[in-house]
């Protein structure tokens, strides 16, 4: 193929193809050197869009860690018990002496029962009798039975013991052929403690009786709990008296049941 010039007609340089058309702008050496650079492989199903997106990691569970729960579940059981133990503490706290003997079962208040025969506190001297055996409350000697956790291993004068018990004492009583070893356990409850003594007591109608001014329990068990219930409950709080000791003034530690011969006198 020929074309005019001017200067007459000439032949068109062959031009080698190589398949590429050289970008615009950009020399046919640039074109070739981008045509030179190997393809980006694509991706399977991909589409040729972009990298593939990292795979997240597959967590694989362990079980459940029960050591945790367990020790929450022992905190939470230790903090209600705490809880319900102050609050039970709290109303038995609030209670008074008299609510608490009142739910000794077996307990005979003769406060209410029987007033007019606790009611008498003069002191007299000689033989005395009572309402109740053992008694409860009423005359009695001005000599005291000393009451320091005195456990006597014989009888002793009633006029004496109920004179104990207007201090605010109380006087554990028992059969005189109650086995060695209940008397034994009976001395545990006694023995050492201020404002408690015990001795044995003919004709008693139970293996026990405890006594306080205007209260007794009768009891057939040596080792029955209300016995020391009792004794913890009432000791000084029934005092007719309150503030006189045991320790110390006009008292006997001799045994017998006959009392001192005294003349009546002023004081406790």
Same mark, same amino acid.
């Given at each position: 193929?020929?074309?005019?010039?001017?200067?007459?007609?000439?032949?068109?340089?062959?031009v080698v193809s190589t398949g590429k058309k050289p970008a615009a702008g950009r020399p046919a050496a640039d074109a070739k050197a981008a045509t030179d650079k190997p393809a980006?492989?694509?991706?399977?199903?991909?589409?040729?869009?972009?990298?593939?997106?990292?795979?997240?990691?597959v967590k694989v569970s362990q079980g459940r860690s029960w050591g945790p729960i367990a020790l929450f579940?022992? !905190?939470?059981? @230790?903090?209600?018990? &705490?809880? $319900?133990?102050?609050?039970?503490?709290?109303?038995?706290?609030?209670?008074?002496?008299?609510?608490?003997?009142s739910k000794i079962d077996g307990i005979v208040n003769f406060r209410e029962t029987d007033p007019e025969s606790v009611?008498?506190?003069?002191?007299?001297?000689?033989?005395?009798?009572y309402?109740?055996?053992?008694?409860?409350?009423?005359?009695?000697?001005?000599?005291?039975?000393?009451?320091?956790?005195?456990?006597?291993?014989a009888p002793i004068a009633s006029e004496h013991a109920l004179h104990s018990l207007e201090h605010g004492a109380v006087w554990l009583t028992y059969r005189p052929d109650l086995p060695e070893?209940? !008397?034994?356990? @009976?001395?545990?409850? &006694?023995? $050492?403690?201020?404002?408690m003594f015990m001795s044995p007591y003919e004709g008693l109608d139970a293996a026990v009786s405890i006594q306080a001014w205007g209260y007794?329990?009768?009891?057939?068990?040596?080792?029955?709990?209300?016995?020391?219930?009792f004794a913890t409950v009432l000791a000084q709080n029934a005092s007719m008296e309150p503030g006189v000791p045991c320790s110390s003034g006009n008292y006997t530690t001799g045994t017998g049941t006959e009392p001192r011969e005294m003349q009546p006198s002023m004081g406790g």
């Open positions: 193929m020929s074309i005019s010039t001017p200067g007459g007609p000439q032949r068109r340089p062959t980006t492989p694509k991706r399977a199903g991909g589409g040729g869009k972009g990298p593939r997106k990292p795979i997240a990691p579940v022992a !905190v939470g059981v @230790l903090a209600t018990s &705490i809880i $319900g133990f102050g609050a039970w503490a709290t109303v038995q706290g609030g209670q008074s002496w008299q609510d608490k003997a009611s008498n506190q003069e002191h007299r001297s000689g033989k005395i009798e309402a109740q055996s053992p008694p409860v409350g009423g005359p009695h000697n001005n000599t005291w039975q000393r009451c320091l956790g005195d456990v006597y291993d070893a209940d !008397v034994a356990k @009976l001395s545990e409850v &006694i023995r $050492g403690n201020d404002f007794q329990l009768k009891v057939d068990d040596a080792g029955d709990p209300r016995i020391k219930e």
